[in-house]
T-cell receptor
Framework: QKEVEQDPGPLSVPEGAIVSLNCTYS??????FMWYRQYSRKGPELLMY????GNKEDGRFTAQVDKSSKYISLFIRDSQPSDSATYLC????????????FGDGTTLTVKP | DTGVSQDPRHKITKRGQNVTFRCDPI?????LYWYRQTLGQGPEFLTY????????KSRLLSDRFSAERPKGSFSTLEIQRTEQGDSAMYLC???????????????FGPGTRLTVL
C-alpha cells in the first residue's frame, strides 16, 4: 500500500463548479502538506502548503488538513477551464530534508 | 527566466545506451532534488544534494544511476545501460537553504522526458 493515496479521477465539472480533491495518508509523522498543479508535459507547480492541521485559503483555493483522520483536501471555488490539470498532493517529514512523498494525482477537466 | 532549467527536454535512446541529463537550479538554492515520474504516477524521490554533497539516495536509484553536483551549482543525472523501464520524466527541483524545522518551497523544472526503445 502506498503511503499517500489519491483518487486518480478523471474528474469533469462544469465551469463555475466547486471542486473537491482529496488525499489520504498512512504516516502520521508527515508535517507539511502541499498541493501541486501539473499541466501536461510540465513540471509540478506549488499551489499551497499547510503545516499540521487546519485550513488555509488563497484566492479561489482552500486547503484543509485533518491529521486525526490522515486526510487532506483541496477545494477550488468558481472553477475555470484554465484549472484543467492534474493535481498532486505531497507530504514532507521534516526529518527528511524536504524529500516529498507524492500522491499519483487527480486529473481535472473544467468544461466551459 | 530565472527558474529551474533542465536539458534536454526530450531524449530518445536505444536500450543499452548511456544518457546524461542536466539540471540548473535557481541561483543561490543550496538544495537540489531529482525525482522520477512515470505516466499516471506522482513523482518519486531519487536523490538530493545539499550544496555539492549527495546526502540521500532512494533504493529506486540502482547502481546504473549516478548523480553529481560539482561545485554545488548544476547537477547531472547519468543512467548507464538504459532499460525500457527507465522510460519516464526526470524532474529536478531546487529549494533555498532551510533549517530542519522549517519548510521551503521546492521549485520544479520542466523535466526531461526519456524514452528508451
Amino acid at each position: 500500500q502506498k503511503e499517500v493515496e489519491q483518487d486518480p479521477g478523471p474528474l469533469s465539472v462544469p465551469e463555475g463548479a466547486i471542486v473537491s480533491l482529496n488525499c489520504t495518508y498512512s504516516n502520521s509523522a508527515f508535517q507539511y502538506f502541499m498541493w501541486y498543479r501539473q499541466y501536461s508535459r510540465k513540471g509540478p507547480e506549488l499551489l499551497m502548503y499547510t503545516y499540521s492541521s487546519g485550513n488555509k485559503e488563497d484566492g479561489r483555493f482552500t486547503a484543509q488538513v485533518d491529521k486525526s483522520s490522515k486526510y487532506i483536501s483541496l477545494f477550488i471555488r468558481d472553477s475555470q477551464p484554465s484549472d484543467s490539470a492534474t493535481y498532486l498532493c505531497a507530504m514532507i517529514l521534516l526529518t527528511n530534508a524536504g524529500k516529498s512523498t507524492f500522491g499519483d494525482g487527480t486529473t481535472l477537466t473544467v468544461k466551459p | 527566466d530565472t527558474g529551474v532549467s533542465q536539458d534536454p527536454r526530450h531524449k530518445i535512446t536505444k536500450r543499452g545506451q548511456n544518457v546524461t541529463f542536466r539540471c540548473d537550479p535557481i541561483s543561490e538554492h543550496n538544495r537540489l532534488y531529482w525525482y522520477r515520474q512515470t505516466l499516471g504516477q506522482g513523482p518519486e524521490f531519487l536523490t538530493y544534494f545539499q550544496n555539492e554533497a549527495q546526502l540521500e539516495k532512494s533504493r529506486l536509484l540502482s547502481d546504473r544511476f549516478s548523480a553529481e553536483r560539482p561545485k554545488g551549482s548544476f547537477s547531472t543525472l547519468e543512467i548507464q545501460r538504459t532499460e525500457q523501464g527507465d522510460s519516464a520524466m526526470y524532474l529536478c527541483a531546487s529549494s533555498p537553504r532551510t533549517s530542519r524545522s522549517s519548510y521551503n518551497e521546492q521549485f520544479f523544472g520542466p523535466g526531461t522526458r526519456l524514452t528508451v526503445l
